[in-house]
């Protein structure tokens, strides 16, 4: 009964129509997909060295492409979460949803960051809907609309949505501010990366043509003025400065690729502490 109950939630055609059985899940942080994927990626890796390995999917930051590797490097995509142990609104912004550490614990987990500069870039055109996507209920729908400006200003003064003005990149923290990500790939290397990665586990990397998901109008330049440039640049220090980017120069230099942090972070006060 149970099984075919599960079957139904997760591929009835009415579930979109059920938004308590979301909600339920959400509240008693049920995953049925992950429970199912986990049990065929054990059964994949079986009689191999392989550990589980997951991918804590940040937007924007080629998740897409990187799930289309499934053949190459097979794993579990953690898409839009935060690993924590409370799930109120303090640890967890809109935007985000919050998942227990023992959903991740056993993997290997690797994600991905990105240039805040084209990162807000891309998250704008996602944001503001084109071709394919468009979702007028999104919570920065409406700011979109008015222009890359107002929604990057709108963006920068917050702090109770992702993304905000706190670190771009919380997923990689969880709530104890210890880095969780047993290593950090960087979009604008992500081929690069996710080879070094597939040879880690004796797995053969192929790289594939990548669907663009944003309208390529401008350069990062064009997006810009030097005001808005001089505050995201402000704003995001940490980041540019943690993963290597210097401007908008999409050959970051060196960067911890490693859980290596010597650093805590804290996601309330939105500070870097160091370990005692």
């Avoid at 084109?130 to 700011?143: A, C, Q, T």
């Avoid at 706190?166 to 923290?173: A, D």
């Amino acid at each position: 009964m149970f099984s075919k109950w599960m079957h139904r939630a997760r591929h009835s055609d009415k579930k979109l129509s059920m938004p308590w059985l979301r909600l339920m899940f959400d509240k008693y942080d049920i995953k049925p997909n992950l429970y199912i994927k986990k049990r065929e990626l054990l059964k994949h890796y079986r009689g191999t060295d392989i550990p589980l390995i997951g991918h804590v999917h940040v937007p924007k930051t080629g998740g897409t492409y990187t799930s289309s590797l499934q053949n190459v490097l097979p794993h579990i995509n953690f898409s839009h979460v935060l690993v924590r142990n409370d799930r109120s609104d303090k640890y967890c912004p809109v935007g985000l949803t919050p998942i227990s550490p023992k959903k991740v614990n056993g993997f290997f987990l690797f994600s991905n960051v990105r240039n805040p500069l084209t990162f807000l870039i891309s998250y704008y055109h996602h944001v503001k809907g084109f071709v394919e996507y468009e979702n007028p209920n999104h919570w920065d729908y409406e700011y979109a609309q008015k222009g890359f400006d107002y929604l990057v200003k709108i963006v920068m003064n917050r702090t109770d949505k992702w993304p905000g003005r706190k670190f771009l990149f919380p997923q990689l923290f969880d709530q104890e501010g210890i880095c969780i990500i047993d290593r950090i790939n960087r979009t604008e290397t992500l081929d690069g990366d996710l080879k070094s990665l597939c040879k880690e586990f004796g797995l053969e990397f192929k790289s594939k043509e990548r669907k663009r998901v944003a309208p390529k109008k401008k350069t990062p330049k064009e997006y810009y003025s030097n005001v808005l440039y001089d505050e995201v640049v402000s704003v995001y220090s940490r980041e540019m400065q943690m993963f290597g980017y210097e401007g908008y120069d999409l050959q970051p230099n060196e960067h911890q690729s490693k859980n290596d942090f010597i650093l805590l972070y804290d996601y309330v006060r939105d500070e870097f502490i160091e370990k005692s």
